[in-house]
Every structure is written in C-alpha cells, then in structure tokens.
C-alpha cells in the first residue's frame, strides 16, 4: 500500500511534526529508564559499571565512599524510579497538550496554523521546567542531565571521558534526526511558514539543518579525540571509533546537497522529476551511496566487535580470551556461590550452577556471556538491519513529500529501538572488560555486610554530579 500526499498531508494534520518530535524525546526518556531497570534486573551493578555518580561534594576533589552492591541496587532503584515518573511527567504534560490542538483545530486544515502556538507554547514551557533553578520538578534530576549534556558538548581536554558520557554521547547520535526536525519545527512556526509543509530554506540556511544533524557525531568524535590524548597507552582504537562518526558527515552533507540538485532539475523539468529514478543517474548519488554503504557496514562492524566483544567479525587471530566478572560489578542475586570474605579477583566469577552464567557454545558470540545465547544473533540480525537504514534516515533528499513523513518517523522509533538493545550489551561488555583489565573493587561480605572504602578517581566538581 503506497502512501499518497493526501495521506501524508492527514498525517501531518493529526501529528504534527513538533508533537512528533516530543513523542521521540519521551521515548528515549522511556527507554533510558527502561535501561537502568533492566540492567539493574539483569543483575548487572550499573551504578559502578557506568561510572555514575549519585552523591556529589563541592569541597572535594577526591571522592571517597563506602560503597557495596547492596548500595548501588538501591540507587539504580531510586534512578530508574526518578527517570519512570519524569517520564510520566513529561508524556503526561505533552498529551495534554495534543489533545487540545486537535480539540481546537478538528482536523481542518484551515485552523491548524492559527493554533500552531499550542506545540510551541508546550516545547518553551518543558525548556522552562528543565532550566528552572527552583528546587520543584525533580530539580536533582534536571541538574544531572544538563550537567551530562554540558560535559559532552564542553569535555576538558585533560580529563578522561567517563563510561556514562560515552553512552549518553552515543545515545545523541540516534536523535541527530531528532535535533534538525527541532531546528524544522521552528522554522514551521515562523510566521508565514505552515506547519504542515517544510519550509523553503535558501542560501546559507539551507545548511544549518544538515550542520544541526551532524552536531552530535563531532561531539563523539571530539570525545574519542580526548580518549586517545588521556589514556598512557596511547592505543590507537579510539581513533578508529573518532573514524566511525566522521564517516557520518559525507552520507549528511552529500544528501544536503542532493536536495540542491533536485530542486535545480524541478525548475527545469518541473513536476515530473517526481517519481524518476533520475538520481540513480546521478554520480553525486553514487558517491552518497558508497559512504552510506561504508558508514553502515563500517558502523556495524565496530557495534559487534568493539562495543560488544563479540568474535564473530573479529578479523584477527586473537578471540576473547574467557575471564570472569568480579562480583563487586554483579549484584548479589546474579550468583548463588558463598561469597569470599577478602578482595575479590577478576578470576572468580559466578558460581559453578547458577543459571546466569552463560558459556558460548556457538560460533561468533564471547567465552562469557552474562544474557541467554538465544538472544545475541536476534540483537545482532536488528542491529544490521537498522543500521542499513539508519544511513538512509540520515538522509534528507530521500524523504517522499515532506520531511517527516509516515515511514521516516517509524524509522527514527526504530532506531531508538536499536540503541535501546545496544545499551544493554554495551554494558555488558563494560562489565567483562572491568574484570578482564582488573578495575579495583572493594572488600565485601555480603552475608555480614561489611565493606571496606572504595576511591573514585580525581574528578572535577562539576562531574561529581553525573
């Protein structure tokens, strides 16, 4: 069934691009809760494996605390918990806000216009709240995300960039789609404009859109920059990640200027350049197919052997050797074995029966696997799948009528979708590194519930509240 213009004019009618855009906003809020519940439930300690800080102090600079994993099950239930009723909050609010647009407009198109201030008013009152210095709406919870978001966009050069900012940086790049419909829902609402046809953007504004869209792959790029400066053994591998991102920029600004080239060809041929295979004649579409195909593949590539450890793509002789997860890194319920009563080794895992431990039995997969088999090729089948379509979304000349239309919106939930099972092996993977390269942990018996004290590494201020 092909979508007609009249359907996606419907479209658009009912569901505007800006509510659009809030719905993806709250379904990353969503899965992020989602994640943390999850991982938390899984077992997985993710408060000490995604370096998140829960306490700050603004008078020192080392930070010292008695942690256990008892501890951070209780703050990864506190944080999922907050991030579940910001979610309810937030999707709540921007409902409400959709039902009385499409109260007062009854889908006509000649009244959609005149209430267009319904979805600004909604998006410059959730900035308000978030911005808020008051201690009222979740205040500590606001004051972490901008402080997570300040640390990406402005990372100290002569620090180290944190497992949680990689993630929250990496979960950025799947809204770059996001951020440029933000920077197109404005330009809508501008008076004159409609906001059920995209704007016409000549000139130098014409490139802010693809320029708004890349934003979020410099930011990760700048970060595996900073990660091969920081780290003493100047290994070469986050300059090969710093070369997946950059990879993004020519399947952007190639597609940027395929739109130029087809709205010279519709002045010369009018209309009936609609519908033509006319670019795959193109070399400019050529050249944007081959770094959509290397972005992709590329993309994949590092998702299943570097983000995920997996040895199925590994093009070495060298596999992953079978190392076993300390257990400061695992909640207590991943594992039925005593536990010991002094430090705890990366060499002593989970115990000998419990049913969480996974052993690779199948080619392609690690010796350790904290997640059922069955799961790992389902992951790694979507994964290829949306990354194929992740370049395609990325581009802006291919949408059919107008941009947001129908298919592409599903294909950004899709894509959500994808980094929301990426965060969940990512971490895994963190888990089984922390012990394969031998992370401190602390002294823990479980069954007494002593411990001993835990250091953080020197950090500045502002990062204490992440």
């Known amino acids: ?98 039902l009385l647009y499409r109260m007062v407009t009854h889908g006509n198109l000649s009244l959609v216009d005149a209430y267009g201030y319904i979805p600004v008013i909604t998006a410059i009152v959730v900035i308000l709240i978030l911005l808020c210095p008051y201690n009222i709406f979740m205040k500590v919870e606001r004051e972490k995300f901008i402080g997570a978001i300040w640390r990406c966009v402005f990372p100290p050069s002569s620090g180290p960039i944190y497992f949680s900012d990689v993630v929250f940086a990496d979960i950025g790049t799947s809204f770059a789609k996001v951020f440029g419909d933000v920077w197109l829902s404005l330009w809508m609402l501008k008076p004159g404009n409609s906001i059920l046809f995209p704007p016409i953007q000549d000139g130098l504004l014409y490139w802010i859109f693809p320029t708004i869209m890349s934003f979020p792959f410099f930011l990760r790029l700048r970060q595996c920059i900073i990660e091969y400066y920081w780290e003493p053994s100047h290994t070469r591998r986050p300059l090969f990640n710093a070369l997946k991102y950059a990879t993004s920029f020519p399947v952007i600004f190639l597609s940027a200027a395929q739109r130029i080239v087809v709205t010279d060809l519709m002045k010369e041929k009018g209309s009936t350049i609609k519908g033509e295979a006319w670019h795959g004649e193109h070399p400019l579409f050529r050249l944007w197919l081959l770094a959509a195909v290397i972005n992709s593949l590329y993309s994949f590539w590092w998702d299943v052997t570097n983000d995920w450890g997996l040895d199925l793509l590994r093009f070495d002789s060298h596999k992953s050797v079978e190392r076993q997860v300390p257990k400061p890194l695992l909640l207590s319920r991943m594992h039925s074995d005593p536990p010991l009563p002094e430090q705890i080794h990366p060499a002593s895992f989970l115990g000998e029966h419990s049913k969480h431990r996974h052993r690779q039995s199948c080619y392609g997969l690690r010796a350790v696997l904290l997640y059922p088999r069955a799961i790992y090729p389902i992951i790694i089948f979507l994964n290829l799948l949306l990354r194929m379509t992740w370049s395609i979304k990325l581009s802006t000349h291919m949408h059919s009528f107008q941009d947001g239309s129908v298919a592409f919106f599903w294909l950004e939930v899709a894509e959500l979708v994808r980094r929301w099972l990426w965060v969940f092996v990512r971490v895994e993977w963190e888990v089984i590194k922390k012990a394969r390269e031998g992370v401190p942990t602390i002294t823990l018996d479980e069954r007494s519930g002593d411990e001993s004290e835990y250091e953080f590494p020197t950090l500045p201020d502002m990062r204490t509240g992440a």
């Not at 494996?49 to 605390?65: A, G, Q």
């Not at 309810?88 to 959709?98: G, M, Y």
């Open 1 to 98: 069934m092909t979508i007609t213009d009249n359907d996606e004019i419907q479209y658009h009618l009912s569901f505007p691009l800006p509510y659009r855009t809030l719905f993806l906003v709250g379904l990353g809020i969503l899965g992020w809760a989602t994640n943390l519940h999850g991982l938390d439930a899984l077992g997985v300690d993710v408060v000490a494996t995604m370096e998140l800080r829960t306490e700050h102090s603004h008078s020192k600079m080392l930070i010292s605390m008695h942690n256990s994993a008892v501890l951070n099950h209780s703050k990864a239930i506190e944080l999922y918990h907050s991030s579940y009723r910001i979610f309810f909050d937030f999707s709540t609010f921007c409902f409400l806000s959709w």
